[in-house]
């Protein structure tokens, strides 16, 4: 039974999405949503850490997770656009980029290439927690304007999103030394 409690996790964590974005649209003050962001967010570290403890890390797993960050992230992006918590022009590419993520993952596997994030990538996603954070906080407090700062974060976040994207592009049109050789 263990077995599965990675992929318990992973599943929470993505249920989580629809539910903390359905409590901003709801009007649930923003500590709320925070505090909610800041435990689904956490599983993205446990779940990874009892597939590996438990031994039973598996390619469904890596899925389940990939899966499960883009339906937390997408369902919060969404909320905030239409809450009006942050701007289009940011939650908009940010919805847009993970939809071009999976449908370029399918794309790339379907071509029998492995999809493997750069590290620009991985800054994205760093910064994209940190700006989802902040604008889920949505409170003053010490008096800073914290939906200006998630903003001006998730700015950060889109540019390298931008700048991964075109290394992923790269990646497609030029093929790795390895593929190359094969």
């Known amino acids: 039974m263990l077995r599965h409690l990675p992929n318990a996790v992973t599943i929470t964590r993505g249920l989580c999405g629809p539910l903390i974005g359905g409590a901003v649209l709801g009007g649930a003050s923003g500590p709320v949503a925070f505090f909610g962001f800041i435990v689904a967010i956490a ?16 390619e469904t797993g890596l899925l389940l997770d990939a ?5 937390l992230t997408g369902c919060l992006w969404a909320s905030l ?7 289009w022009w940011l939650a908009a590419p940010m919805l847009a980029r993970d939809a071009l993520i999976a449908v370029g993952w399918l794309f790339w596997r379907r071509l029998g290439r492995v999809w493997s994030p750069n590290l620009t990538g991985r ?14 906080f949505h409170e003053p407090w010490l008096g ?20 991964s994207a075109l290394g992923y592009v790269r990646a497609l049109v030029r093929p790795s030394p390895s593929e190359r050789a094969g």
Request: some cysteine; glycine content about 12%; proline content about 3%.
């Open 43 to 58: 599983t993205d570290l446990v779940d990874g850490a009892l597939a590996r403890r438990l031994g039973v890390a598996s």
């Open 67 to 71: 899966v499960a960050d883009k339906v």
């Open 144 to 163: 800073v304007s914290w939906p200006s700062v998630g903003v001006a974060i998730g700015g950060i976040s889109l540019a390298f999103a931008l700048i």
């Open 123 to 136: 800054l994205m996603v760093t910064y994209e927690g940190i700006a989802l954070a902040v604008l889920l």
């Open 81 to 87: 656009w239409s809450a009006g918590w942050c701007p």
